[in-house]
């Protein structure tokens, strides 16, 4: 049986309060420079992974224990010595494959340093999240009878290492896209990418809140430590798949705007009786696609670096999605800060959307007669025009299939 480490880290303080209880009495900075003094430490033992084809690996979460602010806060050498500390401790525990979770993987150069250093291969995990982010957003669209045709998508942090392998996916699939990240030379040097790729154009912009005015889905997956996306940005009946931990979507969204879909992308049912030993806040037998990315090659004895650095692979998306649908993983039911969303939910909220998009339909054709100009030219993708769309009509076609989605 192949072993594999996974390495983790605190996303939320609240999650050092998951593990450690008596860290919810003390304040929050307290708790981040605590932590942040521990060397990486053997969070639990994960057992009980079995693939459909009977293969079986076992592993551990290994915790760098800093919070995502810190991450990001303190001078990257520090952090980098903290990862390869977690990478090693996870060689000498028996791994044969070692993946980077969340900001273990966003610092630095996603892995290439970290790989030069243990012995073991290291994977990001990249590339399954962004098979999931995918299929996630296609199920979500097709549950909601929402035509992904029908507006733009936007890619929030399009320019990174997940956003651009979903962009440039998208754009091979024929989607138009509008996508959003602060450096503009490198949105245009992926802009020309993508038309040199496909030949389609792509908007771009510096402004999140201009690419949420477009959008009819958005995929959110900035390294953003507070939340970009605010309730009055996003267009009527908008489905938005955040996939960034931490979260791009503010809590507010959730509760000012009932006709708007919210959903955690990456959120993988695993096979097997699966005992994590560690509650990061999913449910029993789930756990994020960028740890399922490592179990599945450790079951498929594919003990390689196969996401490795800011650049991902389309064929190796394609190909772990493959590999995920033959071991018997699949994309969980679509959750919501931390909740399973129910049928009924998931019916309310498309009678909302629906709703939605026709009452700005109709604001725009009275607007529209008002100043006499045709509702189309208020309404086409270019960045801060009238909030308005066409009914959504026909299903999604979505090429990495949407029938393996369990209903929650
Ligand atoms: N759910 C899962 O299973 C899973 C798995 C892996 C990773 N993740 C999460 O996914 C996110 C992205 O990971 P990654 O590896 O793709 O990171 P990355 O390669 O560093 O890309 C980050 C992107 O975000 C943009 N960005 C950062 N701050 C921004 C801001 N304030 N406004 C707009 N754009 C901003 C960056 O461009 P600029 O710097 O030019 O702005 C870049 O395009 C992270 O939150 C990570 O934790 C989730």
Redesign the pocket.
């Known amino acids: 049986m192949n072993r594999f480490a996974f390495i983790i880290h605190p996303?939320e303080p609240e999650d050092v309060a998951r593990k450690f209880p008596f860290a919810r009495w003390l304040p929050v900075s307290w708790v981040e420079r605590l932590a942040s003094g521990l060397p990486p430490l053997v969070a639990s033992e994960i057992t009980g992974v079995r693939s459909a084809t009977g293969a079986e690996t076992a592993g551990w979460f290994v915790a760098v224990p800093l919070s995502?602010r810190l991450f990001l806060e303190l001078p990257e050498g520090r952090v980098m010595s903290k990862i390869v500390g977690a990478a090693r401790l996870a060689e000498r525990l028996g791994a044969q494959i070692v993946g980077l979770?969340?900001?273990t993987?966003?610092v630095g150069d996603?892995g290439v340093t970290v790989a030069r250093q243990v012995r073991i291969p290291v994977t990001?995990?990249?590339s399954?999240?962004v098979a999931?982010?995918l299929e996630g957003v296609a199920w979500a669209a097709d549950r909601l009878g929402y035509d992904l045709h029908s507006l733009p998508i936007a890619v929030?942090?399009?320019?990174?290492?997940?956003?651009?392998a979903c962009a440039r996916i998208l754009a091979r699939q024929g989607y138009d896209l509008v996508l959003?990240?602060?450096?503009r030379e490198?949105?245009e040097a992926l802009r020309e990418r993508i038309k040199a790729e496909t030949g389609r154009e792509v908007a771009v912009t510096?402004s999140?809140s201009q690419a949420l005015r477009q959008a009819g889905a958005v995929i959110a997956?900035?390294?953003?430590l507070?939340a970009?996306i605010e309730p009055r940005d996003l267009r009527p009946g908008a489905i938005v798949c955040d996939?960034?931990?931490?979260r791009?979507v503010s809590r507010q969204v959730v509760e000012a705007r009932d006709d708007v879909l919210v959903f955690?992308?990456?959120?993988v049912q695993v096979p097997g009786a699966v005992d994590f030993g560690l509650d990061f806040g999913f449910p029993p037998g789930q756990s994020?696609?960028?740890?399922a990315e490592t179990m599945i090659l450790a079951l498929e004895g594919r003990l390689e670096a196969f996401s490795l650095g800011?650049e991902l692979e389309v064929e190796k998306v394609e190909e772990i999605a493959h590999l995920a649908r033959k071991h018997g993983f699949r994309l969980a039911g679509l959750r919501s800060f931390e909740r399973a969303l129910t049928d009924e939910e998931l019916d309310r909220v498309a009678e909302r959307a629906r709703a939605a998009r026709r009452g700005a339909r109709v604001a725009v054709q009275v607007a529209g007669a008002v100043t006499g100009l045709p509702a189309g030219q208020m309404d086409g993708p270019q960045a801060g025009q009238a909030v308005g769309q066409p009914e959504p009509s026909g299903r999604v076609l979505a090429t990495l299939g949407t029938e393996s989605l369990d209903s929650p």
């Open positions: 996303i995502s979770g969340a900001m993987s966003v996603a990001t995990g990249n399954y999240t999931t982010a929030l942090g399009g320019t990174g290492s997940i956003g651009s959003a990240a602060r450096r490198k949105l510096t999140v997956v900035t390294s953003a507070d970009l996939v960034a931990r931490p791009n955690e992308g990456g959120a994020y696609a960028c740890m800011r």
